[in-house]
Antibody
Framework: EVQLVESGGGLVQPGGSLRLSCAAS????????MNWVRQAPGKGLERVAN????????SYVDSVEGRFTISRDNAKNSLYLQMNSLRAEDTAVYYC????????WGKGTTVIVSS | DVVMTQSPLSLPVTLGQPASISCRSS???????????LNWFQQRPGQSPRRLIY???NRESGVPDRFSGSGSGTDFTLKISRVEAEDVGDYYC?????????FGGGTKVEIK
């Protein structure tokens, strides 16, 4: 069964950092483009970052550029999102999603940025 | 970035009746390979999104055939032939033709 399991969310103060992880199983991780998508409370879906299969290409939404870093460890079938200089507007559920077409999603991990 | 505009924002439907959601893109979604990368996602209350339809009209495995997708170019539609209680939730279109991928704002389907 194809599965994505996110972890690492929590409550953090403005200006703080968090590292999200996504553990993948049931498919060939090294063949898949991977994504982070977030959903602020009561809002729609927003692409945060993407990374190519070998990590050679990365892309970010403008609002997180320079603060967030997407990475992957193909040996561990894992995707990461390092989030620095967090702001209140980063509060959201963060989902890991597989492929250019986002065909499989995890259950998400919640990030709350508040003092 | 390509702007995806969904309508309506909210869609109250009677059980057993049809429902239709529109999604329009700010530019054509036909890719150079001839494919149109327009997907539809369902998000039931309290759940993560699930892809229902890919490349305009292809249903994912396990998706009931009462769901259908159609359209071309910049104009797309998701139809539910007979709404059931389990169809309540938010629906999003997403384009993957142009970088970066972008989502529509969502349509909330609810039972009257």
């Amino acid at each position: 069964e194809v599965q994505l399991v996110e972890s690492g969310g929590g409550l953090v103060q403005p200006g703080g950092s968090l590292r999200l992880s996504c553990a993948a199983s049931g498919f060939t991780f090294t063949n898949s483009w991977m994504n982070w998508v977030r959903q602020a409370p009561g809002k729609g879906l927003e692409r945060v970052a993407n990374i190519k299969q070998d990590g050679s290409e990365k892309s970010y939404v403008d609002s997180v550029e320079g603060r967030f870093t997407i990475s992957r460890d193909n040996a561990k079938n894992s995707l990461y999102l390092q989030m620095n200089s967090l702001r209140a507007e980063d509060t959201a559920v963060y989902y890991c999603a597989k492929g250019r077409g986002l065909d499989v999603w995890g259950k998400g991990t919640t990030v709350i940025v508040s003092s | 970035d390509v702007v995806m505009t969904q309508s309506p924002l909210s869609l109250p439907v009677t059980l057993g009746q049809p429902a239709s959601i529109s999604c329009r893109s700010s530019q054509s979604l036909v890719y150079s390979d001839g494919n149109t990368y327009l997907n539809w996602f369902q998000q039931r209350p309290g759940q993560s999104p699930r892809r229902l339809i890919y490349k305009v009209s292809n249903r994912e495995s396990g998706v009931p055939d009462r769901f259908s997708g159609s359209g071309s170019g910049t104009d797309f539609t998701l139809k539910i032939s007979r709404v059931e209680a389990e169809d309540v939730g938010d629906y999003y279109c997403m384009q993957g033709t142009h970088w970066p991928l972008t989502f529509g704002g969502g349509t909330k389907v609810e039972i009257k």
